[in-house]
């Protein structure tokens, strides 16, 4: 995962008490090499074993679903497989889920031809 600089500063930044929401766009891998399963059963694999860490914090998934069209936007643009919208009660709720050691990043991203991990509030 390349991290924007800019984008974890503005995170890093933000208010200490203010929830925030991490949108995930999704472009799963059609086979995933090592597993020989698709990306999206690798990240349903992912869900499974991060749900242990997502107990910890404060922290909810509030939407899950598939883009279908594009109503504002370049037509010609491919839409990924999958949103996902993590509400954390606040920015170091986030900062936690980073820290923890076992916490299974490589799963995540091995499921993933490209993703995309958007900050907002």
Wanted: net charge neutral.
């Amino acid at each position: 995962m390349i991290i924007n600089k800019e984008g974890f500063l503005k995170l890093k930044n933000f208010e200490e008490n203010a929830p925030v929401f991490m949108m995930n766009y999704l472009n799963y891998k059609e086979k995933v090499s090592t597993t020989g399963k698709t990306g999206k059963e690798t990240y349903n694999d992912y869900m499974h074993a991060a749900s242990p860490f997502f107990e910890q914090i404060n922290a909810e998934i509030i939407f899950k679903g598939k883009p279908l069209a594009t109503i504002s936007g370049a037509s010609n643009e491919k839409l990924w497989d999958e949103v996902l919208i993590v509400k954390y009660a606040n920015k170091n709720e986030f900062f936690k889920l980073m820290d923890f050691q076992n916490y299974p990043i490589a799963l995540r991203a091995s499921a993933l031809e490209d993703s995309r991990l958007i900050f907002c509030k």
